[in-house]
């Protein structure tokens, strides 16, 4: 009698196959149930993936390692899509900050940039309209225009978006806004040491040497 070898008779054994398919979300979404044995440890796993990311529906019955790898990342790269869609529902921001906030919870870099890219391209990603709205909380904070684009360059907002804040800020009163801040301070008089550290203060505000002395001679004479 002859015997197959050990690593012959485990391959034999090891098997993968997608059991049930399953849609869902108007065929938005589909969930296959996957079987698998290696080493004769049998496991089940159900997978959820966008249809629009397949070529067709996968057939029930054995498939190779390939196509389960390849179902595997299309699962985390949903579950990816969807922990960014919660993220942007909860606050806009940059690309960046959503990339961020996928690897925080645990998405691998690699899926994360391409689930923000993806969001992006639905329109669900507004960098624009996002920059913009955090300008103008960054308004409300009387800050300068160096200091609001400062902040969101630190928040990973790229050239077009910034491209829109300064038309946006362009459009704004700078030395207005540095007014309203001194009489937030209740400033009026200064001696000359005291203005020097005023003038130092304003500009780590954001304002320019040119609105600061602007805004001072206004609030004196006002």
Known sequence: MTFAPLVWTTTMADYSKLLHVRAADGGARLFLSVETSLAGEVQKQTLCVFASHLDRVPCVGPIDGETLAHLRREHALCAALDTGLRSLSAGGGSRVQLTQKLCARGVARELADEAADELSARGYLQERENALAAAARDLRKLWGDRRILADLRAKG????????????????????????????????TLDAQDADKLIASLMRYGYTRTEIREALRRSVEG
Not at 168 to 175: K, P, R, S, V
């Open 157 to 188: 907002y790229g050239d077009e978006a910034l491209c829109a804040v300064r038309e946006y800020l362009a459009q704004q009163d700078g030395t207005a806004r540095c007014v309203r801040l001194l009489e937030k301070k209740r400033i009026r």
